[in-house]
């Protein structure tokens, strides 16, 4: 029996297709992005742990029996010989949630070594400094107060300690 006729055959050249349209509409309609490079490797790290997030918690909303897997029946109708076949597999599959997690987590881990890689860290740093040495100059050149940290400190959450800053600079 030639697999090209079968249901799995051509759904796969379906996904493929639709695949290749869908690649053919991003390139059209994408524009150019001008941005850093570390920049964009902490973008890729904030939206993939958002994407491991959502994916952990559809996979701890379901039940434990779906956890391991789901058994699946495929029945691909043909003919061999001239007589009707019909070819019957039973598998386990896992959960599409516990699969996209799984593809997401290893994502958010090469994306993170990457960016610690590159330096991300070191460059989050400057900009901080920077952002610090800008707040000082907006201010008179008065000095922090002191429930501020430096700016060579702030380094996660840059934009909530500069605005703590600010407020309670202001108050």
Same mark, same amino acid.
């Given at each position: ?10 759904? #796969?050249?379906?996904?493929? $297709? ?6 053919? +509409? ?8 001008? =941005?850093?490079?570390?920049?964009? @490797? ?6 993939? #742990?958002?994407? $491991?997030?959502?994916?952990? #918690?559809? $996979? *701890?909303?379901? #039940?434990?029996?779906?956890? &391991?897997? *789901? ?12 007589? &009707? ?7 386990? /599959? ?10 997401? !987590?290893?994502? +958010? %881990?090469?994306?993170? /070594? %990457? ?11 400057? =900009?901080?400094? !920077?952002?610090?040495? +800008?707040?000082? !100059? ?13 700016? !060579?400190? @702030?380094? =996660?959450?840059?934009?909530?300690? =500069? ?9």
């Amino acid at each position: 029996m030639h697999g090209g006729s079968t249901p799995t055959h051509r759904a #796969a050249g379906e996904r493929r $297709v639709a695949e290749q349209q869908a690649a053919r +509409l991003a390139a059209r309609f994408v524009t150019r992005k001008d =941005i850093h490079p570390a920049d964009a @490797l902490l973008v890729l790290v904030q939206w993939t #742990a958002g994407e $491991v997030d959502y994916w952990r #918690a559809q $996979v *701890n909303a379901l #039940a434990d029996e779906h956890l &391991a897997g *789901n058994l699946t029946t495929k029945t691909e109708t043909g003919t061999d010989k001239g007589q &009707a076949t019909d070819l019957r597999t039973t598998e386990a /599959a896992t959960h599409i949630a516990v699969r996209l997690l799984a593809e997401a !987590s290893d994502r +958010l %881990a090469r994306y993170a /070594a %990457a960016a610690l890689k590159a330096g991300v860290d070191e460059r989050r740093v400057r =900009i901080t400094e !920077s952002q610090g040495q +800008l707040w000082v !100059s907006q201010s008179g050149g008065s000095s922090m107060p002191s429930t501020c940290h430096p700016p !060579s400190r @702030l380094r =996660i959450r840059l934009e909530d300690e =500069i605005a703590s800053c600010v407020e309670c600079h202001t108050v």
